[in-house]
């Protein structure tokens, strides 16, 4: 069965001259940027849901994709063959990790008893396959969105026993994600949200959030997981409203319930975008406040107010993204994941790689054009110039005064200060020399 | 001077009946709702810049609006001329409350001497017309976001000189407001954020926002100011983005710096749409969080992506506005300001009546049907039922055990929650028989 | 099997006092409004597809409706079952009129024979059903955008084969509405557009576009049909642009083919705001350009970027609407289709009634409201003074002159045109009187 | 006077390896591409508006530039300098062309008579500076929208005195500019549009507004003047809908009208984003429906929902619209005009040139990209391919049928059309090897 992708050659740096579509340009793991490799630097996923569970279908047409483990029903030779084939994948796009939710590796299940029992059997084979392939897992997750039971949210469900069930799935799947070696958990609150206030209790429905995340960051202790726990902030959609909004409002979140230094933001693109925020003001944002933990590498359409999930393709884009992950210190238990899905009229198993080569591509030139940014220096050089006051005596005295001790030196010295240029358009001009 | 108004009768209650276009319909600010008086609850104020400063210019053409004290050069006499004729406005509206920022009330200054000379000789005038008009101070302000000194913003400017300047402003304005009795003193960081983050330290500029911030709260305690520190969310415009994003940003900063107790939002309507919620949604989040403090009443036009400052005449949406008011507990320093211009094309003294008038009878029918629906019971009846788990014996349980407990009576009782209705439509059908 | 609603009563008109959440408050179908029936104005029709066809699905999740027609295959029995469970609806809300697309009300075909056949079994079934029913059909389609098939399009495919089976299935669809008595017969291009330019051909796109309407408005002549064609403009969703993107664009496609006295709109709210427009620009704009035919009735979200699809729910808007409405000269074939669906979350029978119930109350209180402002006479005597000037004298001179002579009477005369209040507060004040 | 720059040196092409901040690196205007010089293909414009007119102000804070010409009024004497500033920045910056509307480049002037008077100056003036430094008029117009007569628009002006002022503006600035040897004469409509349909006729307005743009053609035809005429679109702003919404909506406009072979579209790229479009749809529809004109060079914050305005800094965005220019046959009278401006915060002198500089480059990139991948030729046979069924026998069949007939043989053939796939991500790696 892994013979789905008999076509596909194995994916490799060839350079950038190199005319094959389906080899990496920029994407050289073991080259050496900054002190690391790329492959460490970059620690690339790809992910099952969009890649090897959505069948091609939106809101207005069902599935396009044809693909032999989705023609009958979703039993565990079905995700015994799904599971198969997304292994031969990554091994043949060469990424050192990848990602799942938990009803993406498993068989359908319709109770309890069986979700536990299709979960396991799962892991066991994931477990295998790891070994087998050389690849690891950057994070598990579990899918608390999808069922109707999870139609009014998971840990924010106005029915405690869907908060229940909502339990059991995520300390399966923390767990399994201890047992597979995974490195982060991440929890995307895709309906912990509302859909009208009108029938939300909104402060209860936090409350009950904030604790359920304690008790997820509890258990983590408890069972010896040294991973990182993620929250993935959006916006909106499907709910109306997303308690997750953006980074920021994370961070109070985490704030208000103490688990500030205990949970990081995995940031996706098309959820910025959607948030009103670009990509690089997440990242700067979760390294100011100090809560960056991973990435989902992904596009939105401007004009298109829905999560999009394009393949990246701006090389802009990710460079801009790229200077501010380095600058928050970069991964150490993230990587980029790719949750990205191809178009609804890229049916072909080839369109799977062209989308996925090209994103690497795109981001792997992305930290190479940051690297020599930041080598460069200029750009820093005119950021440190810009503040120099602060570090000179007007800022030392100020520093150390109350309100009414910098008025009064305001009113002493009878101050003018004069505007001085941003200099934007040079920096962008700066930027354009290095993409 | 004051004859500017001379064709406009004082504005009085008249019922909802009344033909005069220039009467109260709603707004009887003696009547008793929910145990207060109509004036009680609503706090209603005008605010001095967009009513008696802005000119009637936008981005695209000069000032319409052809205002006596616009004629010349904004002097000690023009700006007298100003304040005297707001009182009168004041007045004939009948409005307790009034706001403004320093630079609204006073003469031109072209330094740090003239402003604090200029400033002072407005608050003096203040005090007086204050005395013989009856009317009160709801908040005072600093503008730091005019003066080209601004322009890479006041608390979060690189230039500790800049910095100096605008604390300089926000002492003598706090204790200003504080002198006229002011209710609370706001913030808005017009600026305080970034054009591009090519130039810009994230960091520094929130901590320096933070101590700022900081230093603001324990100046008011060192004056003994009683009234409330108020931060005002917008997430963007004039600055491509604002630090103060929306009402759950605001509160993770003010978690950050430990002054999430002292200080509370004032919530624009036009602001909240601008950063993709609704205007409900911020009072609910404010109250969720327990920093809702005043209203800056107006709306914006979903069409448009700018803050157009639009006199509110939805009473749907003051309706939902009020209900999430009076379940965060109401006004206590806080209050309606009515931060709305009259557009261009209404270039008319009797304008700024009619958009007032208006204004303040869209939030008052809002306050009787928001009243009514507390009384009716019938909203919050289904709200208790939705979320009656929790207070049963699943959820008493649930909330002792720790995730492996919840995990695991889920898997013994074997649960299997079933999707209840959110009767999402029934509740909007209930609405509107409430207005 | 018509019993799904046994436990509905009948909807009928009891006034605006009545406290019965299943009644009519405001739609009292004989009451007589500017010389017609409320039924004659409005037309309400409910719809197949959202209200019974979707299972409750979103991208992000399955169904959550659990309707017995959906428990097995969409076969000739589920189908059946659905048609007539769906005639007990529309009898039950008592509107005149239903709306359909040829796959709705079909079993699933998996070729053209199939199709063929079992669209002609749901056509005959639908007949009957009218006929017993006394229900009528206000529009048919055909669904050329859920099959895989059109995943790039119907009429704008870049494969000739798949316009010819679009082709096939608008000939039936056309023949069959006209048949069984429809009054218009509409096109929705929902992925007549593109999803990215690269692989786009433009031009051709459009021709063969146009081509394929001028066949359709040939055919219908040829058999004699005598309703309206009506395109339905959308800016986006699923593809990422769409052709029809509003009103405006509309017109000028029609005018490029010669087709704007064939073609009129079928205007949906939710499409308006998505395009950037309010829902009455977009009626006006029909109006000015002569080709305003149907309504779909329903609202978006502001916040949220793409089809909400819910229910209308807001007398102000529907107010707005209902004056353009009337100017444009009322509905001739056209009518207010529900294109609105509940919900995921509103799971229950009944929910499909509180939708629709609350949805045409709120329409018949908009025409209520927007009777009564054109009867009061107010708002058209302002809009009259406002251009008077083009019926006095001046304006009379120019409409004779040419540029040259224009610009020479403004030299002579010396004019200096004032600037006059637009009065835009006052007359948002004079709506809310009719509220 | 024309010191302003003299800190500035002559910006020259250097070529790519340059290190000089101000010197072309791509820009090579005898660069011969695709048959034509660079400079021939693009056209460089710089403007009068942005660049030399503002003052550096925006809505919520004053003019932050300090530029000698503004310090006092705007008499003739700071005109004439201000024309003398910019030709001498045209040079520095080796742009062959300019674009002004009248009261950019005259003094202010309060009636019929001082604006004929001061602007015949300006003519005056800027015929002996084109004359002196070899620069060109690429279009003229006229400002129908800042002065506070214009407040509710000129053209559709309820007023018909305002039409008259305005068509007495344009008359003079169509023969100015005709005088001048312009190329293009163009008309925005910043305020043809409507605040509130409560007060507007817009099928009056729409009426007024195409007879003015008829007798605008008709005189041009008069004068002999051989330039195009050319309609900027734009969705909203200042208005809250403006008329020439997007380039779509300007041909119904047009063919309404008759006026389709008359008048050609002026492109905005920040219009184009604003009204939901990329700026290569927009190209790539003006091209389609055959009224591609020219380019207002800029780009827009896809994250802020106004102008911005900023200078086009994204060689992958002007690389496809590039694409689409040589697609629709490139300029014939058009060309690229920057109708941007630096930053607020960008006071110095040489930050205009930073502007512009990198914003050339850019273009120039631009172009160099479009032309590889045309001549590279894979992006065209993507395209052939995909639709080579129209050109096979199937596509000859159906080109010649009925509705009828191609539905019959769609039965007769029961034909089973397969997607194929658009191949959407390997063509955006396509795009990325030419950046």
């Not at 598990?140 to 908060?163: C, I, K, M, Q, W």
């Not at 995520?170 to 509302?194: F, I, S």
């Not at 993620?230 to 109070?252: M, N, R």
């Amino acid at each position: 069965m892994a013979d789905f992708f008999a076509d596909i050659p194995q994916i490799r740096y060839e350079g950038p001259d190199s005319e094959n579509e389906l080899a990496y340009r920029f994407y050289d793991k073991n080259r050496v940027v900054l002190g690391k490799t790329m492959e460490e630097h970059l620690r690339f996923a790809a992910c099952f849901w969009h890649t090897f569970c959505w069948p091609g279908s939106d809101v207005f047409g069902g599935g396009t994709f044809n693909r032999p483990w989705h023609r009958g029903p979703n039993d565990s030779a079905a995700a015994a063959e799904k599971r198969e084939v997304a292994f031969d994948f990554f091994q043949k796009l060469d990424v050192p990790f990848y990602c799942f939710h938990d009803v993406d590796v498993m068989a359908d299940a319709a109770n309890v008893t069986e979700h536990r029992r299709y979960f396991a059997e799962a892991v066991d084979h994931l477990e295998k396959l790891q070994a087998s392939s050389g690849r690891k897992l950057l994070w598990g997750t579990a899918n608390l969105f999808s069922h109707p039971r999870f139609a009014a949210g998971g840990a924010t469900n106005p029915d405690p026993e869907v908060y229940a069930f909502g339990a059991m799935q995520v300390r399966d799947a923390l767990e399994a994600t201890h047992r597979l070696g995974g490195q982060n958990y991440v929890l995307w609150g895709g309906r912990e949200g509302y859909e009208t206030l009108l029938n939300t209790d909104m402060k209860r429905e936090l409350d009950n959030f904030g604790r359920f995340l304690s008790l997820v960051v509890e258990h983590k202790h408890k069972i010896g997981f040294t991973g990182t726990i993620l929250i993935e902030p959006k916006p909106h959609e499907p709910t109306k409203h997303q308690y997750d909004f953006d980074t920021a409002t994370v961070y109070g979140f985490l704030k208000r319930y103490g688990l500030e230094n205990e949970v990081r933001v995995n940031i996706e693109a098309n959820h910025a975008t959607l948030s009103g925020h670009t990509f690089e003001h997440e990242i700067a944002t979760a390294g100011a406040l100090g809560i960056f933990g991973s990435i989902d590498a992904n596009r939105g359409d401007p004009q298109n107010g829905w999560d999009t999930d394009q393949f990246p393709n701006s090389v802009e884009e990710l460079t801009l993204a790229m200077v501010e992950i380095l600058r928050a210190g970069g991964f150490t238990t993230g990587g980029f994941n790719f949750d990205a899905k191809v178009r609804r009229q890229s049916i072909d198993a080839i369109d799977l790689f062209h989308g996925h080569v090209g994103g690497i591509d795109v981001v792997a030139k992305g930290l190479l054009n940051a690297a020599a940014l930041i080598e460069d220096g200029r750009l820093d050089a005119a950021k440190t110039e810009r503040y120099a006051g602060w570090t000179g005596e007007f800022g030392g005295k100020i520093a150390n005064l109350d309100l009414a001790g910098i008025a009064d030196l305001a009113v002493e010295q009878n101050i003018d200060p004069q505007p001085r240029s941003g200099g934007q358009e040079r920096l962008e001009n700066l930027i354009n020399r290095f993409l």
